[in-house]
């Protein structure tokens, strides 16, 4: 497999450094996914000023273990971050929070 980002493809040392370095963290990313999106959840309600609703713990792990998944293949292919979109449940999770009139910085720190 080749990277698909240009940077790496046209750099032999960024090349292997993908293949050596990112590629191993990226299997790594996937395989922990569902503690990885644990955590994040658990730090999110550490963090979180207002009450987190039923609603919204139902979406937020899907949207993390989403955003951990997405990041590994990312990493794992070598894709363009610029062409990523977002995983549905974090599209999900962003429209909740703008139909609760939640103001956007604090919909971007979740």
Request: proline letters at 9%.
């Amino acid at each position: 497999m080749n990277p698909q980002w240009e940077p790496v493809t046209s750099d032999p040392d960024a090349k292997r450094v993908w293949r050596k370095v990112l590629r191993p963290i990226a299997k790594q990313l996937r395989n922990h996914a569902e503690a990885m999106a644990d955590q994040i959840i658990e730090r999110l309600e550490e963090k979180q000023s207002m009450t987190i609703d039923d609603l919204w713990v139902e979406i937020e792990p899907g949207s993390a273990r989403a955003i951990v998944r997405q990041l590994a293949d990312m990493l794992d292919t070598g894709a363009e971050p610029r062409e990523l979109e977002l995983p549905p449940p974090v599209v999900a999770g962003g429209q909740l929070r703008a139909r609760q009139n939640i103001p956007l910085a604090a919909v971007m720190r979740s």
